[in-house]
């Protein structure tokens, strides 16, 4: 089926610096899962990306979250 | 726990066009679920943007996945 | 100085669709000047670049910010 | 109002490594009071993120902007 | 070699609407090429996506490159 | 011509953390030659940022392609 054979969609995640691997693995196994699960594609074209933001880089309301190490 | 305060994930997802409203809507809610597991963060600090790709100007091996409509 | 010279900072800048063209020059705007007293650029060193989101593609807690047109 | 309800702006901001923390915190303030004043939303809405690139990461004209450390 | 396994490059490219379909593809063409001979990857493993932005869209120094159509 | 002096192409490269300053200035020069051949653009409005993502934040088929230092 072209659409499916066209998916290969990419998940950029923006997260704040802190979590262990374990849980980032997790995180990264799970998008995929839910991201086969909805686009009915194989695992193989879906890619994930985690960009890390220091919370002194990170801001809501104007106010970083946190200062820097 | 501040971790948890401090999540806030942006998902920023890149589709080839095509895919039905519907699909879309079950992905961006499976990857928010998948997100409140992996990371213990409570829904709303969980965000979603999908950004489509015309399969023009999207490519593997130098090659578009399509042609202008 | 230097550092004067490499700052060349980009802002990208992801709004949802709705606003008008009035009020994104004048976002445009702002964001330059308050980039040029906050970093001491010279205002031909700031790019700002707007990409626009359909609130069918933007969600928060899973929940996408509108339907498709 | 629907507009300013649905506005959520993310400013993702790309810089050159090399700045203070306080230039940082004062341009994350000022690109949100800018984003305040524009859009009429609350500062609440607005979240801002910085990008930091080194200067060898960074190019115009084919040349990188610095050395590796 | 490892280091090539696991290259996998992701080109991102935002550019000003008004260049042909024939114009961008050959820009995606030599780009993956140039990507391959600089990294010594196959070309299987380089995706270019081309994202475009309305000139209304994009400003340097505070001033947007042309007017909503 | 309007539409060259409206280039202005940004690419922005996600990679592998591994690759040597040599390989990654060599990748720049090339991708901003490349985008100047096919756009007919200066090179001086040719900006190139790398953004370089550990392996193990970065995944295919929901699997990391390294583990953390």
């Known amino acids: ?5 066209h998916a290969m969609p990419i998940l950029d995640v923006t997260l704040m610096t802190g ?3 374990e849980k980032k693995k ?3 196994k799970e998008l995929t ?3 086969v699960r909805a686009l009915e594609v194989s ?3 879906v890619r994930v990306i985690v960009r890390e933001i220091h ?4 801001a809501v309301a ?8």
């Open 26 to 28: 997790t995180l990264i």
């Open 62 to 69: 104007g106010e970083p979250k946190g200062e820097p190490e």
């Open 43 to 45: 695992p193989e074209r």
């Open 19 to 21: 979590r262990s691997y």
């Open 33 to 35: 899962d839910a991201t």
């Open 1 to 5: 089926m072209a659409a499916t054979i």
């Open 55 to 58: 919370p002194s880089h990170f």
